[in-house]
């Protein structure tokens, strides 16, 4: 074997590119990969010069797009698309709606009997019955009000809601009528139906208590330039430094948490830090929250004014990936070379260059770059599909402590340790770029 | 200007024109000039058919050097090239200023655009591009001759690929031309460990499995090998330049290390070693191995070409 590395000759740009564009014949082809593997020179030459092509295509697509507007029959009907899709919204939006306003009436009929003492007149109560009865007897209720003493009745009320609520006379009769026509469905409330001022509560009251605490600003603070500069920080996400405000916990946010934005940043600065928890959590939903979210926030509001502090912990299981050196080490034949730091068998069969640990979960990424997700502490692994660009190479968990938390909860009773509010899986890649995970599966770009 | 199919190329051609007197087919010729669209920017079809016989040629229309092509062979050699490409650069090689003209409209921004890209940097960008373009336009000479680097364009792939390869040549070596003398204190000499003399016979050993199995690889894998763990490089720029599916060269990476690995076992337990012994000595720490993989990987072989790397 000759072990010179430095070849005297090399493929002309001709066959270079000829190559790169697959325009060779078989045979020539092999001589170029053949040179390729040992040139240096060349796979730099090749690898800059798709690289060049690759950003210039990047550049050439959206002009074409832009030119390329007029022609096929396919253009025209794509405009057909935007109103499809407001249409699609709109459908969709009036389920949710509808299915939330039925969740209210449910929250209603709850709520009221335990605010309205026993004795006093009902006035939808016979309204109610009456509609059932005429659904018996007639069919469907009449969308129409009766038009005796409860359709006074609801015309006063009317005026006590237009008055209270600032609604219009129509809309405030609409609404009464809605509510009249609900109690048809739900007998509930026809039994138990509010008096006047009863009545004005079953407008106002809507459902759970409001998800952020917005009379005034002592649960949260003003994190300015200086301190988010002058904190130390692991790296880029500035959601991390909200958490570290009083009053703050992760657990917030009861859904997946959505990664911050450029446009956040914005928002920690000029705004207290209940409003950047809120950000961080945009699609919780009022009837989704759960007792403990409820328990949660009112803890926080307790404790928010003693100072309390969450504090976060970051957990690093990572084995550095070595890097090619002058000498001419191999990183990818040192497979076994470290046998103490190997830390799971990969269903690839390469070692693990990094993984992380949250409750049952672990991360491990193999010297490939492939990512493995194991919910059994290294049992069994499942590949996770690829979300981000490049190769992996790093990944940490970084789990938030909420001391202070613990400590509010157990004002009353033993003082408990920390509890972890969230778990957050972060992957690094070897442009140094960072996506995020809650469960390991599903990764967003940071 | 332009040909009917009634007229005679060799009458249009003009005087002097020796494409159909060296064997170049009439009716292959007028529809080539057709194809090629030349005449939008100025070419004649004297030129063109001039340029059309140097092609052929020089390259013997793809054939083997004495073989004789037919005009069947003739015609596929001709449409298996990128016949606009190839005929603007000749013309402009030739000095033919309309193709010139045509040229700059065409490349001079797409040049300036990839040297930038290339280079990552405008100010090193622009000065490449200038220096590539100035040389295009023939500028240096040789023995009293311009010399332009259009005429080594073959036609076989784009011309804005060539361009874009040839400027990635020339920033490649003059950066390794500027960053060959690498200054000596930075290499740390590793310190001399005196335990592992007993271990010395498998070291040795694992060596030599290494440097086989490694010498086993063909010329494909050895082309991953290097990209993916000397260079750096990602799946998806390894994917780019074979024309395959990242997941592809995943795939074939992981069969590619994982078939080495079993080589060198294998080798290890033909050289006498027992299995367990042999997966022990895989497990020995790399930086006592003698090795630089490297040149492992980039052993030379029989060139068969001809461009000579800058001085």
């Given amino acids: 074997m000759n072990s010179t590395s430095q070849l005297d000759f090399h493929p002309d740009a001709e066959s270079l590119n000829a190559f790169a564009e697959k325009a060779l014949p078989e045979r020539e082809r092999g001589q170029i990969v053949a040179h390729l593997a040992e040139c240096g020179r060349c796979r730099q030459v090749i690898f800059l010069a798709r690289q060049a092509a690759a950003e210039m295509e990047v550049e050439a697509v959206p002009a074409a797009r832009a030119a390329g507007r007029s022609g096929s029959w396919l253009s025209d009907w794509r405009l057909a698309f935007v109103p499809a899709a407001a249409l699609a919204t709109v459908v969709g939006l009036a389920f949710l709606f509808q299915g939330r306003h039925e969740e209210t009436r449910t929250e209603m009929a709850r709520a009221v009997p335990q605010s309205v003492p026993h004795g006093e007149a009902s006035v939808a109560k016979p309204a109610a019955k009456e509609r059932v009865i005429a659904g018996k007897t007639q069919g469907p209720a009449s969308p129409v009000p009766a038009k005796n003493s409860e359709g006074d009745e609801s015309a006063h009320l009317a005026d006590l809601i237009d008055r209270d609520a600032g609604l219009s006379h129509a809309e405030a009769n609409g609404k009464i009528q809605s509510t009249a026509a609900g109690a048809a469905y739900v007998p509930a409330p026809a039994e138990v139906a509010p008096p006047r001022a009863a009545a004005t509560e079953s407008v106002t009251v809507t459902a759970a208590p409001p998800l952020l605490q917005s009379e005034n600003a002592s649960a949260g603070q003003v994190i300015d330039t200086d301190k988010i500069n002058a904190t130390p920080l692991n790296g880029r996400n500035w959601v991390y430094i909200a958490q570290l405000t009083a009053g703050q916990n992760s657990s917030a946010a009861p859904s997946a948490p959505q990664p911050p934005t450029a446009g956040m940043r914005q928002r920690v600065t000029g705004t207290n830090s209940s409003n950047t928890t809120a950000a961080y959590a945009p699609k919780a939903k009022m009837d989704e929250m759960t007792e403990r979210d409820q328990a949660s926030r009112k803890a926080r509001a307790g404790y928010a004014g003693s100072g309390g502090a969450s504090t976060s912990h970051m957990k690093k299981n990572a084995m550095p990936r070595s890097s090619y050196d002058a000498g001419g080490q191999m990183p990818a034949l040192q497979f076994e070379a470290a046998p103490e730091a190997k830390p799971a068998a990969l269903p690839s069969g390469l070692t693990a260059v990094s993984t992380a640990t949250a409750d049952n979960r672990t991360l491990a990424i193999d010297q490939a770059g492939a990512l493995f997700l194991s919910n059994d502490s290294g049992s069994h692994w499942e590949s996770v599909a690829q979300q981000w660009s490049g190769r992996a190479v790093d990944v940490i968990s970084l789990q938030f402590m909420n001391g202070s938390a613990a400590a509010a909860g157990s004002s009353g009773g033993a003082a408990a340790a920390p509890a972890p509010a969230a778990e957050v899986f972060e992957l690094r890649n070897d442009k140094n770029l960072t996506w995020v995970s809650m469960d390991g599966k599903t990764w967003t770009a940071q | ?311």
């Fill in chain 2, 1 to 311: 200007v332009g040909i009917t199919p009634t007229q005679s190329v060799e009458n249009t051609a003009g005087p002097g024109i020796p494409a159909v007197a060296m064997g170049l087919d009439a009716g292959l010729l007028a529809e080539l000039w057709r194809d090629c669209e030349a005449v939008g920017w100025g070419l004649e079809l004297g030129e063109f058919s001039e340029i059309l016989v140097r092609i052929g040629t020089e390259q013997n229309y793809g054939l083997a050097a004495l073989e004789i092509a037919s005009r069947r062979q003739q015609a596929e050699f001709f449409r298996g090239l990128r016949l606009g490409d190839l005929v603007l650069a000749r013309a402009c090689a030739n000095g033919n200023e309309r193709a010139w003209e045509r040229f700059v409209a065409l490349y001079r921004q797409t040049l300036l655009r990839a040297a930038i890209a290339i280079t990552g940097s405008e100010t090193l960008g622009s000065e490449l591009a200038d220096q590539l373009y100035a040389e295009l336009y023939g500028l240096t000479e040789r023995d009293g001759k311009r010399r332009c680097p259009l005429e080594s364009y073959r036609g076989r792939g784009s011309l804005i690929g060539w361009l874009r390869t040839t400027l990635a040549q020339r920033f490649v070596d003059h950066h390794r031309r500027s960053h060959r003398e690498q200054p000596l204190e930075e290499f740390d000499a590793p310190a001399v460990d005196p335990a592992p003399a007993a271990a010395a016979d498998e070291i040795t050993a694992l060596s030599k499995a290494i440097e086989e199995a490694l010498g086993r690889q063909e010329a494909e894998e050895r082309f991953l090998l290097a990209a993916y763990y000397l260079d750096g490089r990602t799946l998806l720029e390894i994917a780019q330049v074979l024309s395959v599916h990242e997941a592809t060269v995943s795939r074939r990476l992981r069969r590619v290390t994982d078939g080495l690995r079993k080589q060198v076992l294998r080798n290890l337990q033909d050289a006498g070693l027992s299995r367990r012994a042999a997966e022990e000595a895989l497990g020995a720490d790399p930086r006592d191995l003698d090795l630089n993989l490297k040149k492992l990987l980039q052993y030379s072989q029989a060139d068969a070409f001809q461009e000579k790397a800058a001085p």
